[in-house]
């Protein structure tokens, strides 16, 4: 079992930065993929970014390829998401997600565990 901490949202102006911080628990995270997903108010979750369990592998979206860096510190169990020029339309809930398959994907359905969410809101 996998528990997951989001924290690290809140509100920024367009161009700022945040840093999403992802805490887990449980002995088996370093071997986990873990992910960043979001979903904005009347949308489908989306993928944004994920992460091999050893972190020499990653995926993004494309629309955040380039302005947004995922990365891990399994001495830690935690999982970051650094996220550079936002814009409005990043605006929504984020979410962490783990599982113990290896290959990376970027569909909500691959991933087991989940964590409550951080809001991220971006004024224009």
């Known amino acids: 079992q996998v528990q997951l901490v989001e924290s690290g949202g809140g509100l920024v102006q367009a161009g700022g930065s945040l840093r999403l911080s992802c805490a887990a628990s449980?002995?088996?995270?370093?071997?986990?993929?873990m992910a960043w997903f979001r979903q904005a108010p009347g949308k489908e979750r989306e993928f944004v970014a994920a992460?091999?369990?050893?972190?020499?592998?990653?995926i993004y979206a494309d629309s955040v390829k380039g302005r947004f860096t995922i990365s891990r510190d399994n001495a830690k169990k935690t999982m970051y998401l650094q996220m550079n020029g936002l814009k409005p339309e990043d605006t929504a809930v984020y979410y962490c997600?783990?599982?113990?398959?290896?290959?990376?994907?970027?569909?909500?359905?691959?991933?087991?565990?989940w964590g409550q969410g951080t809001q991220v809101t971006v004024s224009s």
């Open positions: 997600s783990a599982d113990p398959k290896i290959f990376l994907q970027a569909v909500a359905g691959a991933y087991d565990y």
């Open positions: 449980g002995r088996t995270f370093t071997t986990y993929k």
């Open positions: 992460i091999s369990w050893g972190g020499g592998s990653t």
